[in-house]
């Protein structure tokens, strides 16, 4: 017979109270080495076009940070912007300033037509429709954006940045549609911003260009499904100590012996999570495990989870340089005095990146879809079948919900497939613009691989936390402990003659309750 929820709860000496539910937020820090987590607190940020980091861009997006232009970056400005200026009084051909651009780079600018070109040239490049931006996602790109302007490469006003900057503080609403980039720049994204600040004033020689010639969309779509992908992660691994517990499985994956054999530093992070969620915990005495070879999903937990956290931190990387990198054409140079035609805008690191943030992912959720599965079923998990005590009417308990999961599971492998072997076509723009590079995509399937994820992991949870109250084998672990009381203040166990409960609940507990669940993950450091 299963104990009830609150006997382990009592056994264990844990509840939610204990676990702090703050609504402190963190995200993932900028230590060396493996990612950690570091909480959430700035008034201010101050953009200065060289060292924006991930976490100022959630904090602002997020959290309604306010922004400032520094001193340094309105002088980097203004001398880019002079640098520009004497290009083009010695009538130097400059793409976007004294050319037109794509395939009318040959057409002469006359200065006097700059104001109606800049018009003309953000109009026609506003092909938005299809879904709007996310709020969050816009004032990413809009500090993004900012952060560009503020490096004086490009060429653009201090006055231009200001808006930019009033906006954010203003908290303005913008509708960003995020459909039409191939990651060469997100011209059509990119004009929907600069209409709605700048559509009342008249633009200088190449600031249309510096505005539309950016990847700010694509770079804050990257930003915002790291962080998510990221925290995901770490609750999988959360999660799946206490389907560890659930299963009865053999902890030996995370003893120190195990854990020294392979010198990667994610395996040792997840691992030494593990090992702390589980502290405590019954698998850990004699007698505790069932097997001595579980299947390789719980077997491989920390090497997959581990694997991720690896290529996370190289994606994260290649992330942070890209905030503060140029992405225009042309680029100026303060240092030199001069400007260049470069292909800046070329977003394929960031979409390399993005594959391999994503592509990690797939055996994550497919390993949490086969401990479902060998949970729910009695030849593997020597419970009940369905995980719910027959009553005599033959309902199949857990197992719809495990053919739910592995559904949502194969539709999120599909958004782990990589793009940077996009097919190219060299017919647009008299063959100029011959390839793509699709990093705003990669960013989309990013969070929207995130949102399916937690469904995913919030599933197992479920599962999880049935099976080791259906199992009545005590301590659970101290962290697992606590996650299994956070847990059924959601959701029901389900007795014999019940259905399983539905996973909704639990979903939002999780999303209203960050900080506890945070707090939870932090226990491993």
Partial sequence: MPYPSTTIAQEINLGCAQGGESPVQTIPGRAGGPLHMQPLRQDVVEITGQNLTIEQVISISRH??????????????????????????????????????????????????????????????????????????????????LNSLASGTTGARPALAERLVDALNADRPIAMHLWGSMGQSDMSSMADIALALFDDIDLEAGEALALLNSSAMSTAVAVLSFVDLHRLLQLST?????????????????????????????????????????????????????????????????LIHGAVEDNLSFSKQQIERELNSSQGNPVISLKHGGLAAVANFDMVTLCMALDVMRQAFA???????????????????????????????????????????????????????????????????????????????????????????????????????????????????????????FARKAIPFAAAGERPPNVQPLLERLESNRGAVDSMMASNN
């Fill in 64 to 145: 309604g940070t306010k922004v400032v232009l520094s001193s340094d970056a309105s002088e980097r400005m203004a001398r880019g912007r002079s640098i520009l200026e004497e290009a083009i009084r010695r009538g130097e051909r400059i793409y976007g300033a004294t050319t037109s651009v794509g395939p009318k780079t040959s057409a002469s600018i006359n200065q006097a037509n700059t104001a109606e070109f800049s018009r003309r040239l953000l109009r026609t490049h506003n092909a938005g429709h299809g879904p709007v931006a996310a709020k969050d996602v816009t004032r990413a790109t809009v500090v993004n954006l």
């Fill in 238 to 302: 959360l999660v799946g100590a206490l389907s560890m517990e659930g299963y009865a499985a053999n902890p030996s994956i995370v003893s120190d012996i195990a854990l020294q054999s392979r010198p990667f530093a994610g395996l040792h992070r997840h691992g030494s999570a593990i090992r702390a969620y589980i502290d405590g915990s019954y698998i850990l005495a004699e007698g505790g495990p069932r097997n001595l070879q579980d299947p390789l999903s719980f077997r491989s937990m920390a």
């Fill in 363 to 485: 055996p994550v959720f497919t390993s949490s879809t086969e401990r479902l599965a060998k949970l729910v079923d009695t030849t593997w998990s020597g419970l009940a079948i369905g995980l719910i005590e027959e009553d005599g009417i033959g309902a199949p308990g857990f197992n719809g919900v495990a053919l739910f999961h592995k559904s949502i599971t194969s539709e999120a492998r599909l958004l782990t497939v990589p793009l940077a072997g996009e097919l190219a076509s060299s017919s647009h723009s008299n063959g100029v613009m011959d390839r793509a590079s699709l990093a705003a995509l990669g960013g989309r399937r990013g969070l929207e691989l995130a949102q399916l994820g937690t469904s995913i992991v919030a599933m197992e949870l479920m599962v999880a936390a049935q099976a080791a109250e259906l199992r009545g084998r005590t301590p659970l672990g101290r962290v697992t402990g606590e996650l299994f009381a």
